[in-house]
T-cell receptor
Framework: GQQLNQSPQSMFIQEGEDVSMNCTSSSIFNTWLWYKQDPGEGPVLLIALYKAGELTSNGRLTAQFGITRKDSFLNISASIPSDVGIYFCAGQLRRDDKIIFGKGTRLHILP | DAGVIQSPRHEVTEMGQEVTLRCKPISGHNSLFWYRQTMMRGLELLIYFNNNVPIDDSGMPEDRFSAKMPNASFSTLKIQPSEPRDSAVYFC?????????????FGQGTRLTVV
């Protein structure tokens, strides 16, 4: 079945640094999504991408939908302590298909 | 808006007992999803309701799991009998069609521990 591979699994960075994480798939998706999950909470949608090549920003976050439709990346600029959490990528082939989630990238920020 | 409300937040039960998880979706949303999250398998969709009707239950692991949505403002996920391997965080999410799956809002989850 469809699988999403997120890398890295875990990241330790200094406050103020930029962060980059990515997600690859063995098959194409027509929608890519990025979620963040804070401890003890449910995932929250950060960015949705609907077109190959699309680059979308949400504040300090920027995500791109890869041209091949098999990958996506998320960048966070000038990280702050509240960026700590787990970031999930997710893909969807058709509008009424279920969303497939990656295993997540856990972001830690060192003081 | 109160968001998606799940109860209880934590549940510890003994193997073999029946467990019922509850969810109140966001008012006006007509799609509801139950997900399970574990370290090994990540986030998995268990079942999807649209207008209170189950549309896709292919993710329900086995007959021990059942879900109902008697009205637009309430859903339950029941496990009977529970087993230790059912230990996980169970999330309910809701959305307003036609956004469907993609723009779903998640609840805070129920952390289930079966001992």
């Amino acid at each position: 079945g469809q699988q999403l591979n997120q890398s890295p699994q875990s990241m330790f960075i200094q406050e103020g640094e930029d962060v980059s994480m990515n997600c690859t798939s063995s098959s194409i998706f027509n929608t890519w999504l990025w979620y963040k999950q804070d401890p003890g909470e449910g995932p929250v949608l950060l960015i949705a991408l609907y077109k190959a090549g699309e680059l979308t920003s949400n504040g300090r976050l920027t995500a791109q939908f890869g041209i091949t439709r098999k990958d996506s990346f998320l960048n966070i600029s000038a990280s702050i302590p509240s960026d700590v959490g787990i970031y999930f990528c997710a893909g969807q082939l058709r509008r009424d298909d279920k969303i497939i989630f990656g295993k997540g990238t856990r972001l830690h920020i060192l003081p | 808006d109160a968001g998606v409300i799940q109860s209880p937040r934590h549940e510890v039960t003994e193997m073999g007992q029946e467990v019922t998880l509850r969810c109140k979706p966001i008012s006006g949303h007509n799609s509801l999803f139950w997900y399970r999250q574990t370290m090994m398998r990540g986030l998995e969709l268990l079942i999807y309701f649209n207008n209170n009707v189950p549309i896709d239950d292919s993710g329900m692991p086995e007959d021990r799991f059942s879900a109902k949505m008697p009205n637009a403002s309430f859903s339950t996920l029941k496990i009977q009998p529970s087993e230790p391997r059912d230990s996980a965080v169970y999330f309910c999410a809701s959305s307003l069609a036609p956004q469907g799956y993609t723009e779903a809002f998640f609840g805070q989850g129920t952390r289930l521990t079966v001992v």
